[in-house]
């Protein structure tokens, strides 16, 4: 098929064979009246039709089709004509393809659909967004990655860098695949159609880098609807934004906000509670301090295996000295069971409890030398504020520091860690 006027755009296939087949092949639903003069064709609008619809037959054959008003007593249909004296009834949805401007077949499918076979995984999503700071960045955690836990599949490296919710993450990471617009827009963009449509300075650009190729949304223009109540108060929803895709970058599409849910994510929904868990044998030590006086720095040493048969040696050190270690990997279990129970992003807090250096010994690119975890008391409840380089995340019940300060002298005096709290 093809559709003047719209170029070398990809058509909806399916529509337009849908849209020749009721030209060809049509049984109406009731039959209305036979017209015996013209002028009574006014009365069911087909004097001047909705649409007039001319198919021709390879062998020469042209049929005529006209479609007039909605059916007062029916919503689900139209009046019709095919010879212009006898009138029928007909389905108004199938009418709705003789409806359409030519804009109206174009494929509303921007983003590829993801095909598993093929073998293609998201490593990467980057959402940039005019309301974020910083962008949201999603990394895949590869099965040969030994600096990760292996029970997580993503990690966030922008603006925390932390691991990402186990649930939710790995589902909206592939929401951009089969991204379908509700309409199109236009064919054929240019520059000045980019700046009309917002799409020069975007709301948001989104981008999944997978094993095989990188895909790009662009989100411009948002198209607000405003409602006024009785009282003269307004109100304003963001119904629809403009958009473009790598895959399409010369049509412009509408897309639905309800099927955008990049533009209202927030990066604390993407975390997981179990906000930080390094492999221990990433790390070149961690550092243990709190205000009552405990200070604790253990070191940890990779020997690398002499050959392929072998595996990699590990020692420890605390305070400079050689240490057991399965103490040291006892007490870091508990280290890193600190789960966040609720979100915190307010700048106030209370006291120093507690605060625990890790320090890694090969971070992947786009991720710090170490991380900082503090533990602060709350102000305005008896909870626990954790911390993350420098920026509040959770909070979480006091007895995780109450049970952090036994463990440590726990350790220290080589008695048991408790990993209940």
Request: overall charge negative; charged content about 25%.
């Amino acid at each position: 098929w093809t559709v003047e006027g719209i170029g070398t755009a990809p058509l909806n296939e399916t529509d337009l064979a849908a849209a020749a087949g009721y030209g060809v092949s049509l049984e109406a639903r009731e039959f209305v009246e036979e017209i015996t003069d013209s002028s009574q064709l006014a009365k069911y609008g087909l004097a001047e039709p909705q649409a007039s619809v001319v198919t021709k037959l390879n062998d020469g054959t042209e049929l005529t089709l006209s479609v007039g008003d909605e059916v007062p007593t029916s919503s689900t249909s139209v009046y019709i004509t095919a010879d212009g004296k006898n009138v029928y009834t007909y389905y108004k949805s199938r009418c709705e393809y003789f409806l359409r401007n030519r804009l109206g077949f174009v494929d509303l499918t921007a983003v590829p659909a993801y095909d598993q076979s093929s073998g293609e995984e998201v490593r990467r999503m980057t959402i940039e967004r005019i309301d974020l700071e910083e962008p949201i960045v999603l990394e895949a955690i590869l099965p040969d990655d030994e600096n990760a836990i292996q029970v997580y599949t993503y990690r966030m490296l922008s603006p925390y860098t932390a691991y990402a919710d186990l649930t939710d993450v790995p589902t909206f990471v592939y929401s951009l695949f089969g991204l379908t617009a509700s309409e199109c827009e236009w064919v054929g963009m240019e520059e000045q159609d980019y700046e009309i449509a917002g799409l020069n300075e975007p709301n948001c650009v989104v981008t999944v880098e997978t094993n095989q190729r990188t895909y790009k949304l662009t989100l411009g223009k948002a198209l607000v609807e405003t409602k006024e109540d009785d009282s003269g108060s307004t109100t304003q929803t963001v119904r629809a934004f403009y958009g473009v895709s790598d895959d399409r970058p010369d049509i412009l599409y509408r897309f639905e906000t309800s099927d955008l849910p990049m533009m209202s994510i927030q990066p604390e929904k993407l975390l997981s509670k179990l906000f930080l868990m390094p492999y221990i044998y990433s790390l070149n030590s961690l550092h243990y301090s709190d205000p009552t006086g405990r200070d604790v720095t253990i070191g940890i040493e990779t020997i690398p295996a002499k050959d392929e048969d072998s595996e990699d040696q590990h020692s420890f050190t605390l305070n400079g000295e050689p240490t057991k270690d399965q103490p040291v990997k006892d007490l870091y279990q508990y280290l890193i069971s600190a789960a966040g129970e609720e979100l915190y992003f307010d700048s106030d807090k209370g006291e120093l409890l507690a605060e625990i250096v890790y320090s890694y010994n090969d971070r992947n690119e786009g991720m710090n030398g170490s991380d900082t975890v503090r533990f602060y008391s709350s102000n305005t409840d008896r909870k626990v504020i954790i911390e993350l380089n420098g920026e509040n995340l959770f909070k979480t019940r006091q007895g995780y520091v109450t049970q952090l300060y036994s463990n440590i002298d726990n350790y220290l005096s080589g008695g048991e860690i408790v990993y209940t709290y």
